[in-house]
C-alpha cells in the first residue's frame, strides 16, 4: 500500500495550493480517502473525505468554501485544493485510505506566510 503526498510548498497567504495524494495497492473502491493536517503544537486535525463508491464529500466546517476535494476519474489520485490560505494552515497535510484498516501516508509541509 503507498499513499504519496505531493505540493506542499511555503506560499503567501491568500495564495492557493494543490495537493496531490497518488495511491496504490489497495481496492480503492473499499476505501474513502480523507486529508487531515497537523500543526505544530497541535493535534491531528480532520478536513475532508470523498468517498470511492459514490464519489460523495465531506469537509470540516471551519474548511468549507476553500478547501476542494477531488479525484481523478482513474481512481489512482485524489486532491486537495486550499484557496486563499491563511497562515493557520501552515501544517503537515497527510492523506490516508479509510477503510476497514487505515493506511496513511508520510505527509506534506505547507507553509503560509503573512
Known amino acids: 500500500v503507498q499513499l504519496v503526498e505531493s505540493g506542499g510548498g511555503l506560499v503567501q497567504a491568500g495564495g492557493s495550493l494543490t495537493l496531490s495524494c497518488a495511491h496504490s495497492?489497495?481496492?480503492?473502491?473499499?476505501?474513502?480517502i480523507a486529508w487531515i493536517r497537523q500543526a505544530p503544537g497541535k493535534e491531528r486535525e480532520g478536513l475532508s473525505c470523498?468517498?470511492?463508491?459514490?464519489?460523495?464529500?465531506y469537509y470540516k466546517d471551519s474548511v468549507k468554501g476553500r478547501f476542494t476535494i477531488s479525484s481523478d476519474n482513474a481512481k489512482t489520485t485524489v486532491y486537495l485544493q486550499i484557496d486563499d490560505l491563511k497562515p493557520e494552515d501552515t501544517a503537515v497535510y497527510y492523506c490516508?485510505?479509510?477503510?476497514?484498516?487505515?493506511?496513511w501516508g508520510q505527509g506534506t509541509q505547507v507553509t503560509v506566510s503573512s
Open positions: 490516508g485510505a479509510v477503510g476497514l484498516r487505515e493506511y
Open positions: 495497492g489497495f481496492a480503492f473502491d473499499d476505501y474513502d
Open positions: 470523498i468517498s470511492s463508491r459514490d464519489g460523495s464529500t
